[in-house]
């Protein structure tokens, strides 16, 4: 059973910097394209990042693009988000989500997080 907890959200002023964890438990890690996702209130959840099981293919939302960067540490069974100059649109509860069913982004995700809150103050 694979497990993904996030961590590193927070309150932050407005073209600050935050960098978000999501650990995921299990050796199959390496394997699993992974993706961020954030959901603000009363919006739908939307995709902000994703990349491939080796870090070589890594696609981003317009919205973020230039702004976040998403890596992961295999060895670490880790993958990152971090996101620079922040505005408070986005602010949201952010979530991390694998897709056990492919190395490389697919858009389809079976695994997900409980979320971590970005609170950008203006």
């Known amino acids: 059973q694979v497990q993904l907890v996030e961590s590193g959200g927070g309150l932050v002023q407005a073209e600050g910097s935050l960098r978000l964890s999501c650990a995921a438990s299990g050796r199959s890690f390496i394997t699993y394209a992974m993706g961020w996702f954030r959901q603000a209130p009363g919006k739908e959840r939307e995709f902000v990042a994703t990349?491939?099981?080796?870090?070589?293919?890594?696609n981003y939302a317009d919205s973020v693009k230039g702004r976040f960067t998403i890596s992961r540490d295999n060895a670490k069974n880790t993958v990152y988000l971090q996101m620079n100059s922040l505005k408070p649109e986005d602010t949201a509860a952010y979530y991390c989500?694998?897709?056990?069913?492919?190395?490389?982004?697919?858009?389809?995700?079976?695994?997900w997080g409980q979320g971590t809150q970005v609170t950008v103050s203006s």
């Open positions: 990349i491939s099981s080796g870090g070589f293919t890594r």
């Open positions: 989500a694998a897709d056990r069913g492919s190395s490389v982004p697919r858009g389809k995700y079976d695994v």
